[in-house]
C-alpha cells in the first residue's frame, strides 16, 4: 500500500483491511466447520456453520459503514480509492462465502440424518481443491500480491473440473441403485456450493489485481494482464 500524506486515512484503511482479514479468517473458519459437519457426520458442527453466517454478515455491515466513511471524509483518488472500493468488494465476496458455507451446512445435516453413504468421501478432493483455491486468493490479497493473485485466478478452472466429474460420478452411481437418493442429491448441490466458492474465490484474485494494477481481468482468460506495469498510479 502506498503511503499516503495522511496518516489518518492509512490508519481508517489499516482498519479496513484488518476488519476484512478477520471476516476472510471467519469465513474460511465456517466452510471448514460445514465440510467436517458433513464428513464427520457432525451436526453440532453444521449448526455452528450456520449460526456464525450471521456474524460474518454483521462484519461485512461494520466494513461498508466504514469504507463509506473513508470515502467521504478523505475523497481518495487513484490507488488509495482502488485500495478502498477493492477491499469493499473483497468482504462482499467474503459475505457469499459464508452464504455457501452456511448452504453446505443445511444440506449436511439432511445428509446426517439419512442412512451413511461410502461416496460421502468422494467430495473430499473437491473441498480440497476448493480451499486451497480459497486460502492462495486470500494470502494473494493479503500480500497485496498481483501476480500471486493472477496465478491462483487460473486455478478455478481444476475446481470447475472436479465438481463436473464428481457430479457425473454421482449420477452414474444414482443411476444403478435403486435405494433412496435423496444423500446423493444433497451431495451434488454441496459440490455445486463448494464450486461456487471458487468462484468467489477467483473474484477475490482479481478484486486484488484490480486494487494494485488498476486493471479489470474479470473477462481475461490469461494472467497476463497482471504481469505488466501499473497503468495507473
Do not use: W
Not at 470447475?160 to 444403478?176: F, P, T, Y
Amino acid at each position: 500500500m502506498h503511503e499516503h500524506i495522511l496518516s489518518s486515512f492509512n490508519q481508517a484503511l489499516s482498519r479496513l483491511r484488518e476488519q476484512v482479514l478477520t471476516m476472510a479468517s471467519m469465513a474460511r473458519k465456517n466452510l471448514g466447520d460445514a465440510m467436517r459437519g458433513l464428513l464427520e457426520r457432525d451436526t453440532d458442527l453444521c449448526n455452528a456453520a450456520i449460526a456464525a453466517d450471521q456474524d460474518v454478515n454483521e462484519l461485512e455491515k461494520s466494513i461498508d459503514q466504514l469504507g463509506m466513511q473513508i470515502l467521504l471524509k478523505f475523497q481518495p483518488t487513484a490507488h488509495d480509492l482502488r485500495q478502498v472500493m477493492g477491499t469493499m468488494r473483497v468482504a462482499s465476496n467474503l459475505e457469499r462465502i459464508a452464504d455457501q458455507a452456511s448452504s453446505i451446512a443445511k444440506r449436511a445435516r439432511h445428509i446426517n440424518l439419512l442412512p451413511e453413504i461410502a461416496e460421502i468421501k468422494l467430495i473430499e478432493p473437491v473441498y480440497q481443491i476448493c480451499l486451497r483455491n480459497l486460502s492462495a486468493s486470500l494470502q494473494a490479497f493479503a500480500d497485496a500480491n498481483s501476480e500471486a493473485a493472477a496465478a491462483a485466478r487460473l486455478q478455478d478452472k481444476e475446481l470447475d473440473a472436479a465438481e463436473k466429474s464428481l457430479d457425473a460420478e454421482l449420477l452414474q452411481i444414482m443411476e444403478s441403485r435403486e435405494n433412496p437418493l435423496q444423500a446423493y442429491l444433497h451431495l451434488i448441490f454441496v459440490a455445486r456450493f463448494l464450486e461456487r466458492v471458487g468462484d468467489h474465490a477467483k473474484n477475490i484474485c482479481e478484486d486484488t489485481v484490480f486494487i494494485e494494477k488498476a486493471q479489470d481481468i474479470r473477462f481475461s482468460k490469461g494472467a497476463g494482464a497482471a504481469a505488466v506495469p501499473d497503468s495507473q498510479p
